[in-house]
Structures are given as C-alpha cells and as structure tokens.
C-alpha cells in the first residue's frame, strides 16, 4: 500500500472510533496521588489505530508544516545520567525517522497534537474523565496544556530529568520501563537542584545511586501508563520493540506560583543566603511571590516562557540588591539553558 493510502485507511478507522471511557479506575484511586506521587493508571487506546505509524507520519508532515518546533526527530544513545545538551544531535528526515523507527536509534516527538481534530478529541474526553477521577476542574486550574507523542526504537533511553509539567503518559505500542520518584524526597531531588532548573537549567537534577534505589518501577506495555507529578525525577528505557506513548502534559496554578518562589530562592542562594523552600512559611512565600512576578513582566503565555520569562531581569535585581546589603552574587555553575527542542519532555 502506497504512504498516502496507508494514512488514508488509518483516518478512515479512526472515524468515530474513541472509546466510551478512556481510563478504567474508580474516582478513590487518583484522589490522594494525584500531583503528588507517581501510579500507574490503565486505558483504553492501547494500539488505537489514531497512533498507527501511517496516521503519525501524516500529523507530523501536517504539524511540521504548520509552525517550526512541533516536530523533534533525532538520532543517537543516551545514557540515564546524560544532560539534554549531552546527547547526540544528528537528525533524521521526518518521514525516515518515523518510517524506520524499529531499526534505527532514535526517537520522534510530536508536539501539540491537539492541532488536529481527531486528536483533540481524544485529548479533550481524557481531561473531563481525569477532573471526575482527580476531583479537580482541570480545565479551570491548567494554566498550559499539550499533547505530546514520543516514538522510539527499541532500547531507547531518556535520561534522568525532572518537568515542571504534571502529566498522564499512556503506552499504546511496544513496551518499555519507566522509573519515576517522589518529587519531595529531597535525598533525590536537592532544592537547589530545583531551584536552578527554575532558573534555565533543564538538566539541572541529576542521577543520584539513590535515584534508581528509591523509584517507582512501572513496566509499560499498551493499555498500561503511569502519572508523573510536577519535578517527579523520572527516566525511561525502552524494551525489544519500538514504542509509541501519548502524553498529556499541563501546568497547573498552584505549581506556577511555586516556580516564581523557586525562582527567588535561586537568586537568594547565589547572593550566599539559605533560602527557605516554598511551603515552610507563607508570609516569606508571599513576598517572594510578590518580587518575582512584579519583576516577570505578567503572566506567561506557555511552558517555556514560564521557565524562562525575564530571568535576566531577575538577575539584574539580584544583583542590584546584592550591592545594597553588602551580598557578592555567586557565579553560576550551570552549562547554561538549553532551547525549548533540547529538553522538551522526552518521557
């Protein structure tokens, strides 16, 4: 069957195919985890034809030329400690990359598939069935939303890394092994760690020997997946087959307001004080939380430009306040941020 044809007859079974109920749990079971520790969830779209390779290839030809950086494909091994800039950068054509994606090393992300209608669907009827099982009116408290696809070859790795998104990932081919900590476990996830990922650093926290030793084990196979809360450590290999998951991925209000607290406690700490971390005092929250959104310039339109939002201007009055108290600004140690493409959710 030529590629046209074959994309063609993926539509054509996706027609009206969602089914009645994605997720297949009792409200109790999300209520108490929800962004605040991993578990594993069960759905229904293991091996939906939506996520077929010949309907992929066309939504990304199609999301590829709507806008640049909706479509990520690269080529090359990584390992679970690598930084994102660590990781080698050799790009693959699109339709290669998706097309032979069982014998190649690599690995394609599609970005905002919500794009297209079909998609969209599916990822609105998983927001109304997540705010009945979580309790929370998630279309009111998401600040930033999108719907990912990762595809992956066999035996691919995603290094150690922490998001400021919560996400629902759902394996729907192949299978894989995904290792994901408690996002408060501080022998894991060190504050200034946070702290720096806030301030550009992508890569910011590391693989620790505890990591492995303290995580969430969750082997993923179609119809299985896992909830990463906000900054859950997490790190993913992939097993025998190549892999197709769909990620929801979303910002919520309550987690925004603490990455400017972050954010604050950053420039505090190179200005040598030891900030207190955010929920231990909410009167030092607060003014923390004052400073940095006045100096932010309003509120940020996505992801990226939360994490990144006139962190020169932050810079600036640190040092401007380190002069007035007598404080030296430490110099930084991170490699510097990387684009939104280089760490862009490779769960």
Request: proline share 5%.
């Given at each position: 069957?030529?590629?046209?044809?074959?994309?063609?007859?993926?539509?054509?079974?996706?027609?009206?195919?969602?089914?009645?109920?994605?997720?297949?749990?009792?409200?109790d079971e999300f209520a108490d985890k929800f962004n605040v520790l991993?578990?594993?969830?069960?759905?229904?779209?293991?091996?939906?034809?939506?996520?077929?390779?010949?309907?992929?290839?066309?939504?990304?030809?199609?999301?590829?030329?709507?806008?640049?950086?909706?479509?990520?494909?690269?080529?090359?091994?990584?390992?679970?400690?690598?930084?994102?800039?660590?990781?080698?950068?050799?790009?693959?054509?699109?339709?290669?990359?998706?097309?032979?994606?069982?014998?190649?090393?690599?690995?394609?992300?599609?970005?905002?598939?919500?794009?297209?209608?079909?998609?969209?669907?599916?990822?609105?009827?998983?927001?109304?069935?997540?705010?009945?099982?979580?309790?929370?009116?998630?279309?009111?408290?998401?600040?930033?939303?999108?719907?990912?696809?990762?595809?992956?070859?066999?035996?691919?790795?995603?290094?150690?890394?922490?998001?400021?998104?919560?996400?629902?990932?759902?394996?729907?081919?192949?299978?894989?092994?995904?290792?994901?900590?408690?996002?408060?476990?501080?022998?894991?996830?060190?504050?200034?760690?946070?702290?720096?990922?806030?301030?550009?650093?992508?890569?910011?926290?590391?693989?620790?020997?505890?990591?492995?030793?303290?995580?969430?084990?969750?082997?993923?196979?179609?119809?299985?997946?896992?909830?990463?809360?906000?900054?859950?450590?997490?790190?993913?290999?992939?097993?025998?087959?190549?892999?197709?998951?769909?990620?929801?991925?979303?910002?919520?209000?309550?987690?925004?307001?603490?990455?400017?607290?972050?954010?604050?406690?950053?420039?505090?700490?190179?200005?040598?004080?030891?900030?207190?971390?955010?929920?231990?005092?909410?009167?030092?929250?607060?003014?923390?939380?004052?400073?940095?959104?006045?100096?932010?310039?309003?509120?940020?339109?996505?992801?990226?430009?939360?994490?990144?939002?006139?962190?020169?201007?932050?810079?600036?009055?640190?040092r401007v306040f380190g002069k007035v108290v007598g404080r030296r600004?430490?110099?930084?140690?991170?490699?510097?941020?990387?684009?939104?493409?280089?760490?862009?959710?490779?769960?």
């Amino acid at each position: 069957m030529e590629r046209g044809s074959a994309a063609k007859a993926a539509r054509e079974r996706t027609a009206g195919s969602m089914p009645s109920k994605i997720f297949n749990h009792k409200k109790d079971e999300f209520a108490d985890k929800f962004n605040v520790l991993p578990f594993a969830v069960s759905h229904n779209l293991g091996e939906h034809p939506l996520f077929e390779l010949p309907r992929l290839a066309e939504l990304a030809t199609t999301l590829w030329e709507m806008a640049a950086g909706k479509v990520v494909v690269q080529e090359g091994s990584a390992d679970f400690g690598n930084r994102w800039d660590e990781i080698p950068n050799k790009a693959l054509s699109l339709i290669k990359g998706i097309r032979e994606i069982e014998q190649t090393d690599a690995w394609v992300l599609l970005k905002s598939i919500q794009e297209d209608p079909e998609y969209r669907e599916c990822i609105d009827q998983c927001l109304t069935e997540l705010s009945e099982l979580t309790s929370v009116d998630l279309k009111k408290e998401i600040t930033w939303m999108d719907g990912y696809i990762f595809i992956a070859s066999p035996g691919a790795v995603t290094p150690h890394h922490i998001d400021h998104e919560s996400n629902f990932l759902l394996q729907i081919h192949g299978d894989k092994s995904i290792n994901v900590c408690d996002p408060y476990d501080r022998s894991v996830l060190f504050e200034d760690e946070i702290e720096n990922y806030y301030a550009g650093d992508l890569s910011a926290a590391k693989f620790k020997p505890a990591s492995q030793e303290k995580a969430y084990v969750f082997p993923m196979e179609p119809g299985k997946g896992v909830h990463i809360p906000s900054k859950g450590p997490h790190w993913v290999r992939n097993g025998g087959h190549y892999s197709v998951s769909f990620s929801i991925n979303f910002c919520m209000r309550q987690t925004d307001v603490r990455s400017r607290i972050y954010q604050c406690n950053h420039y505090l700490r190179k200005l040598s004080f030891e900030p207190t971390p955010p929920g231990q005092s909410s009167m030092k929250d607060l003014l923390k939380l004052m400073a940095t959104s006045r100096l932010s310039g309003g509120r940020a339109s996505n992801k990226f430009e939360l994490l990144r939002k006139n962190l020169k201007r932050l810079d600036r009055a640190s040092r401007v306040f380190g002069k007035v108290v007598g404080r030296r600004v430490a110099p930084s140690t991170d490699k510097g941020a990387v684009s939104e493409n280089e760490g862009a959710g490779r769960s």
